[in-house]
């Protein structure tokens, strides 16, 4: 039964097919553009990561003021700090480069205003393509993997630390481990937590676009996106021994969960825009 359904869908499909393409113009996209990024949820502020914004895509038109678009892109993220002075103990606390190549497939519904003004609102699949970070100019040991903390033991009957969602959530699940009740957090959480020393292959994206069309063919396009699941889990320490959690810093939280957040400027070139408009506009008649 559930397969007769299935080939009716398709025959539906199928003869209805050559209809919709008649009716509609499908629009070529190319974009150029840059990224300025930030990691959400690092020891690093403000978007000071910069990086290229390239890819083309496809504009699908369902009404005569909504369109569907499918893109594919390549977008490089991540965050950035200079050395700076730590005001409290008057030390310089060092510098920080993280850089994330992504590879993304975004696919965005866009509402238009009268062929000038178009606002969009999609999700985005990315595949981390290339990485690197370094700490005062030395690169460290990370590497693309599940991005979650593990036991420094290797017990299979562990309770599952990646489900904590704070400090307070991994300390019980400590104690269900089987260690005693935590009272000294500093020296008892890394004693048995190894960081994380990867970050995930997938991130997915919340995108939101505010498109203005500047001359025939030609847009300009802001776009914000925010990743919906954390790239990357981590610990704070105090010290690079990672034997004292940052526990007395109102600023940063022992346990973070870190996600991608990136603002992109780019140009949009479109084909076929004049015949599409057209198009729209005898659909409009009928």
Not at 2 to 15: G, P, S
Not at 50 to 59: C, D, R
Not at 152 to 168: C, G, L, Q, V
Not at 214 to 224: D, F, M, P, S
Request: a negative charge; aromatic letters at 10%.
């Amino acid at each position: 039964m559930k397969q007769l359904r299935i080939l009716a869908l398709l025959l539906a499909f199928t003869m209805a097919a050559p209809a919709l393409l008649h009716a509609q113009i499908v629009k070529g996209e190319v974009f150029v553009g840059g990224n300025t990024s930030q990691v959400d949820g690092d020891e690093c502020y403000a978007f000071r990561r910069f990086g290229v914004h390239a890819g083309a895509g496809a504009l699908v038109p369902i009404t005569s003021w909504m369109d569907v678009g499918l893109e594919v892109l390549f977008g490089q993220k991540g965050a950035y700090k200079g050395d700076s002075i730590n005001q409290h103990l008057g030390l310089y606390t060092g510098t920080y480069d993280l850089r994330l190549n992504y590879a993304e497939v975004p696919v965005m519904v866009y509402l238009t205003d009268k062929d000038r003004f178009s606002v969009g609102l999609g999700v985005s699949y990315g595949r981390l393509v290339g990485l690197k970070e370094s700490i005062n100019g030395v690169p460290t040991a990370i590497a693309i993997g599940d991005g979650q903390l593990h036991w420094r033991e290797d017990n299979p009957n562990f309770p599952d630390i990646s489900t904590a969602k704070d400090i307070n959530e991994l300390c019980s699940l400590m104690y269900q481990a089987g260690y005693s009740q935590i009272e000294d957090i500093e020296t008892q959480v890394p004693a048995v937590v190894a960081n994380s020393v990867s970050y995930r292959p997938h991130d997915f994206n919340i995108c939101a676009d505010l498109r203005v069309r500047i001359w025939e063919g030609i847009h300009a396009e802001l776009r914000y996106q925010y990743s919906l699941v954390p790239i990357r889990t981590r610990l704070f320490y105090k010290d690079a021994a990672e034997t004292h959690l940052k526990i007395d810093d109102r600023r940063v939280q022992p346990l973070q969960h870190q996600y991608n957040e990136t603002v992109t400027l780019r140009v949009v070139y479109m084909f076929n825009e004049h015949r599409a408009k057209v198009n729209k506009e005898g659909m409009k008649k009928e």
